[in-house]
């Protein structure tokens, strides 16, 4: 499979790139690690007249921790992040959420930012870094802006990222004592993506009752999302089997779900409410104090 | 030097892979010419449409485009693409569609270019107008009147019908005490090789001579279609199917492209070059299965079988390829299975659609029998209650009865059902599975077991099997070639591309000869090099290809003995080859090294009267019957009833194939196999919507089984000759894939029966049983 002619394009900053894509404004593409956008690319659906290649930005590729926040960079690979003790202790359910992407050449190239700014809508980490509260820095000609989670996923291969902006970074808190979170996903049998993947976040307050419930749900409908509807059944809750269940019931409330030869959406929203109970039954299990 | 050990019998890993897997083989993409062009087709997107224009103009004057072509330039230049086997409706097949397109992927041009991505850009520029046709999609739909006819010609989507009902059959069924009806679907398969196709077309002007490398099962009898198609001499053609990344079957055949690419070659006098992409290839390569059966059978309160009848509909697609319409015979062929089932009676229809044309895929027609007659036997079991392992018993031809002809007329070589299933049964733990399964039932965790007990047929086959128009039968050559330093050529007419023969034949011409596998070579694939063989398909070629090395071999050793008897003063009949040299049976201490017998026969310094020089021989293997392996597979899995999901416990395979040359391989053979047929079982189907449109289209919706799908198998064997062929071997290469299909299915079934679930079609797929079990709480409830 061939893609159409473009030229290509090294950056070695974040600087560096910002000024190519102003360069090249509309007809440029960044590329990371290359496995959403070479396919597309292959099959002709996108056809960028310039690539900005960021792969080799150093700042872009780093896990740290800053102020008390776990900051994870755009260009660190899925299997970074599914290997990073950091992430693995604290926020887990990314580290679940990256360990199940794809294959281990998939996981070695393909990057945090890049599967971000992609926002396919049966992606994985959406979904943890939505029950996670991550926050994304973004930054353009104008500066940089912080945009929550919730209001980064705009719809179907699209996010509130400007055409000129770099997606830069990620930060989450550490989840806390009396904390868990968990991701589940079932794998589409053909691609792998996620047919519906669930991630959940659930403290316990010091009565034994759920404090905080944070849902976050992908491979539903053309975005991933908040379970809103899941989180406030269940908050101060206690975590009992059918206040879990009853919760996890509104799992695809008001989601338009798709319907494709994998599921139909009768079935997808179904497995949207097993998938939700389980995640937070694994996230609860993991609220040792 | 040390001693040689005997290397029949032997795990010997496979010579070819230190190449394959660091990436030294060569496969036709990494044939590069100079001058080379490449080639890119522009395909339908309509499944039928009258093709109104094909405006190539644009597509002319693009930078280095050399030439495009449609249909309508073709027209009397290059002849239908051939369906060698008999049906009484075989449809003109053009290389590049004329008049209408009749299926998703359907060649419309083709551009050559001086680089693929030119080529490609170029297709973008072609601007064709089609009038969309309603389509045809669903088999048993295209048959009732007023359905669109994809043939006009024909006044009917009904491409052949073969009926079958012996005398005696009503009456066989009528002693039954009990009938049972339903409705199996055997769905389309893509056939997914690792490496698509590819063809490499190079025409040497001054010597008129072309050579084609094209990733194919069957470089002889392509090149004999080629020959027919170009009018080029056979002498004139090369083939050479050079690496092939798999083929399934699905590079059984002769495709558009190998002609287009010949023709083009010597049209424009440059080579060319054309790889098909991984969407191409689920598009346009052939795919399998494909079938919808009416089962009426009728049993004994004992679980005795006195009859089956079967209605089959089998979807050939658009066109009929090379073996298309074949494949079903097979099937009805195989429908007895293992067991004496009194009576058959069968009806097939084989049936045009708006889709890529069927054709052979791992295992070609048995496949498709095996699932009807091991689901019917489940289906039988559960309607009399008793264990699906003794209706089983119940209906095995024993062992004492071959060779046995089956209700269908087919000989069967040698059997032992009831070993495979014994073995089987005590590896799996059966009858305390059993036990597990009914505690794990009261706690609400559904365990399923599934068996089969399956029969195929391989070694294909005797040339009356073979269809007539096919130039080439059903036996299979080989020549061996003793060269001057005693290192030894093996030429054989089958084509392996992953079965591993450079190894298992290297295996038996070393302990013929009494040499090391290391001075070896197996040679194949290439028209020019080899005599003329059949190929690689029907998992015929160590019964066959293995046979006719066996006589070649035979034949230079006969030489060899009467050049040594000569030298060492003793009778022929006494000697032995052994240890690189060729000894006396009685006292192999007394000997000659092979070299000095070699030595002889090349240097001829002393002519030996009545020997010629040289040292080779060629032998042709026409075999009397086709053989017959068999097995048990026993498939446990639990099914998660809030979601549908199959999870596998266990996975025990019981294979037969006779004798065994190499057991990795034969392993191998059957771990693939087994995972392809239990990918039919659960993920895979090919999927057209009702106007025509491919679903399946990529590797992101069609689900093969990755590695972690896929259970860790319990692999043994049994080891019931056959006396067909001197090796005493079957076949392997399809094994898997047949018994484990119904074995997968029985499973699940066996898993839902609480919930009173009879049946469901494959794929398996999690909505499906989620849905069938909602569907059967609700209707306890009502
Ligand atoms: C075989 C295969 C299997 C896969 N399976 C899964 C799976 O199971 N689950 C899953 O979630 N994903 C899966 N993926 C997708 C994979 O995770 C991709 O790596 C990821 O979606 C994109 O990341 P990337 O770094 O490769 O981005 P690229 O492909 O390089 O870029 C993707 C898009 O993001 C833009 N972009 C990249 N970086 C930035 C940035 N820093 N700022 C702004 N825009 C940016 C690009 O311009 C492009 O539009 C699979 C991919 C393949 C090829």
Redesign the interface.
Known sequence: ??P??FEYHRAHSVKDALALLKRFGQDAKLLSGGHSLLPMMK??LAQPAHLIDIGAVGELAQIAEEGGKVVIGAGVTHQQIADSALVRGKLQALAEAAAQIG?VQVRNRGTLGGSLAHADPAADYPAAVLALEGEVKLEGAQGTRTVKAQDFFVDLLTTAMNPDEILRQVSFSPIAVGTGCAYLK?P?????FALVGVAALVSLGRDGSCEKVRVGVTGLGSKAFRAAGVESALAGKKPEANAIAAAAAHAADGIDCLSD????AD?RA??AR??TRRAIEKALERCAR | MAALPKFIGQPIRRREDPRLITGEGTYVDDVKLAGMLHAALMRSPYAHAKISSVDLSAARKHPGVICALSGEDLAGRLPSLPCVAPAQNVPEHPALARGKVRYVGDAVAIVVATD??TA??AI?LITADFDPLPAVVDAEKALQPGAPLIHENFGTNLAAKAEMTPPGFDKAMSEADKTLKFRLVNQRLTPTMMEPRGVVAHWEHGYKQLTLWSSTQIPHLLRSQLADMLKLGENKIRVIAPEVGGGFGAKLNVYAEEALLGYLAMELDRPIKWIE???ENMAATTHGRGHVTYVEVGFKNDGAITAIKAKFFCDMGAYLQLLTPAIPSFTALMVPGCYRVGALAFEQNLIFTNKMATDAYRGAGRPEACYLIERTMDMVAAELGMDPVQVRRKNFIPKDAFPFTTAAGLQYDSGDYEGALNKALAMVGYDKLRTEQAAARQQGRYLGIGVSTYVEICGIGPSALLPPKLKGGGWESATVRVEPDSKVTVLTGVSPHGQGQETSFAQIAADALGIDIDDINVLHGDTAIVQYGIGTFGSRATALGGTALVMALGKVQEKMKTIASRLMEVPPQQLIFTNRTIALASDPSKSIPLQKVVEAAYGYKQPIPGVEPGLDASAFFEPSGCTFPFGTHIAVVEVDP??G?VKFLRYVAVDDCGKIINPLLVDGQLQGGIAQGLGQAL?E?T?YDENGQL??AS??????P?AQ?VPAIEMANTVTPTNLNPLGVKGVGEAGTIGSTPCVANAVMDALKPFGIRHIDMPL???KI??AIQEAKQAKKG
């Open positions: 499979m061939f159409a002619t099959l002709r294959d079932r589409q049998p053909a691609s792998g030869i994998h599921a139909s079935f179904e497995l097993v998938y | 693929p991505y490609r850009d973008d992409t991984r969407r809030q979601t999901a993920y189907e999927v679903v399946t590797l992101m919706d069609y689900a093969i990755k799908m797929k999690p909505e989620w849905r």
